[in-house]
């Protein structure tokens, strides 16, 4: 078969709540299928095509925009490519069209990894790692970036996964996100103020139905409980896909569309360790000293999928 997206590594974990089973692409690392079970938690796409809408990518050394692909290092402009050009911005890190090398893998787990070279706009050599495991209804997902540069590295992270209930019509689909700032933004996507959500349209912490919801908007202030806030889609009969993000995760991105292939309508819930436009506003960005490495994990969890 010739993949569009390299080759493609099939994970599978039987558990006692039934067999949880996913497909990760070489090419950005990504997500193309995860079911528990039988039933997709995440919408797929056909391996033959394109990936659609950046489903399932990691994103790295940033998630979201860049205004205008530039910004500032050391009182100098960094330019980097612009890879949104009809908004004329960077989009979604310098990993979206690499392929990744396989670490480590077993029947129910995947290492990968790829390294960020020095270029125009980011003059810093990067290792970086995703590493998938499968858990009973679930999957977990940790990245892990190490600075190889002899200064210090600006970084942020983020993935890019769509959700649903593969037997339930999109529009059904009850979206909850569990934050208390939305970023409102220009004609360009891009932030200009964080506000509450309290008693606005943003507000989605007791869920709004998928069929009811247009959105490409950044959220903050996640509630964290335990360390870890979550998110979620769940069907009028209880079951519930939760997407979960460490206190690294403190940044969300809900996206819905109509032009999902296969799919009425799609959300895409996403993690991020930074807003968009950090290396500008300089807001959560990580900077990592030379040699150090830093991991964040976040992951989906089936809920009520279990036989009785």
Known sequence: MNSATGE??????ETSSGVVSA???????????????????????DATSQRPLGSGMVL????????????????????????EPAKNNASHGLLRNSPYSVAARTESSLKLEARVFPQHGY?????????YRLVDLGLEVTHAVTNRSDAEAPVAIGAHPFFTIGDVKPEDL???????????????????????????????????????????????GAVMRDGVSEHSVSSPDGRTVTVWGDDNFRYWQV?????YPGQSKAVAIEPMTAPAD??????????????????A??????DGFAPA
């Open 174 to 220: 009850t979206v909850r996100v569990n934050v208390t700032t939305h970023f409102e933004t220009d004609e360009r996507s891009l932030p200009v103020a964080e506000v509450p959500v309290d008693h606005t349209r943003y507000d989605l912490r007791d869920g709004i139905l998928l069929g009811e919801l247009a959105l490409d908007d950044g959220f903050g």
């Open 23 to 45: 497909t990760i692409t070489q090419l950005a690392a990504g997500i193309r299928r995860l079911s528990v079970r039988g039933i997709d938690m995440m919408p797929p796409y």
């Open 255 to 259: 996206f819905t569309t109509e032009r």
């Open 123 to 131: 003059p810093f050599l990067l290792d970086t790692a995703v590493t």
């Open 60 to 83: 790295v050394p940033w998630p979201n925009r860049i205004r205008d692909a530039r910004w500032t290092l050391d009182g100098a402009t960094q330019q980097l490519d612009i890879t």
């Open 278 to 295: 950090a290396f500008n506003s300089g807001q959560d960005l990580k900077w990592l000293g030379p040699g150090e490495t830093w991991e």
């Open 297 to 302: 994990s976040w992951g989906v969890r089936g």
């Open 8 to 13: 493609q590594f099939d994970l599978s974990l």
